[in-house]
């Protein structure tokens, strides 16, 4: 069975950092691209990142582009979001999601962890 | 920039059908695959159609996709409506450096 477990989220001040991960199990971790998806409360699905199977490639949104780093450890079969300068608007339930393939496009997303939460408030 | 637009809201009785259009501006929406999402309030969301028109095993064939080039737009079709149907739904494309949600479509469900 396919496992997205996300960790690290909370709230924290604007402009200051967090980190967020998540740790996978039940499928070939380094066979697929992974991404991260966000839901601002009572708002739409907003893609934020992706990184290629073996971390070759990344993208970005351009709402987080300079800001947000993805990056993921084969070894550990994890995948992680470094959060910085973060906003008040950065206020979502961040998903850990797994690509179908191994780049970060063309992909979709077949696989979704339960999502962890980031507050960005003074 | 490439985008996808949705209608922000939907309805339809039981047993009837209905459409839910993404229409793509920016890019070619046929470039690319179209995959739709079904958000149940308080849920993560699911695929309900992969690769324009292909159904993950377990959804009915009440649910189909399509893509219309002439107006750079794909459709999600439910027909035989059920109560259960009703929820957030969410297309999604993708150009060759970024991943592209539609802003979603409620469909309730009369």
């Known amino acids: 069975e396919v496992k997205l477990v996300a960790s690290g989220g909370g709230s924290v001040q604007p402009g200051r950092s967090l980190r967020v991960s998540c740790a996978a199990s039940?499928?070939?971790?380094?066979?697929?691209?992974m991404h991260w998806v966000r839901q601002a409360p009572g708002r739409g699905l907003e893609w934020v990142a992706g990184i290629s199977r073996r971390s070759g490639t990344s993208a970005y949104a351009d709402s987080v582009k300079g800001r947000f780093s993805i990056s993921r450890d084969n070894a550990k079969n994890s995948l992680h979001l470094q959060l910085n300068s973060l906003r008040p608007e950065d206020t979502a339930l961040y998903y850990c999601?797994?690509?179908?393939?191994?780049?970060?496009?063309?992909?979709?997303?077949?696989?979704w962890g339960q999502g962890i939460l980031v507050t960005v408030s003074s | 920039n490439f985008m996808l637009t949705q209608p922000h809201s939907v309805s339809g009785s039981p047993g009837k059908t209905v459409t839910i259009s993404c229409t793509g501006s920016?890019?070619?929406?046929?470039?690319?695959?179209v995959q739709w999402y079904q958000q149940r309030p308080g849920s993560v969301p699911t695929t309900v159609i992969f690769e324009n028109n292909q159904r993950p095993f377990g959804v009915p064939d009440r649910f189909s996709g399509s893509i219309d080039s002439s107006s750079n737009s794909a459709s999600l079709t439910i027909s035989a409506l059920k109560t259960e149907d009703e929820a957030d739904y969410y297309c999604q494309s993708y150009n060759s450096t970024k991943v592209v949600f539609g802003g979603g479509t409620k469909l309730t469900v009369l």
């Open positions: 039940g499928f070939t971790f380094d066979d697929y691209a």
């Open positions: 999601t797994k690509g179908l393939g191994p780049m970060v496009t063309p992909n979709w997303f077949d696989r």
């Open positions: 920016g890019g070619t929406i046929a470039s690319s695959y």
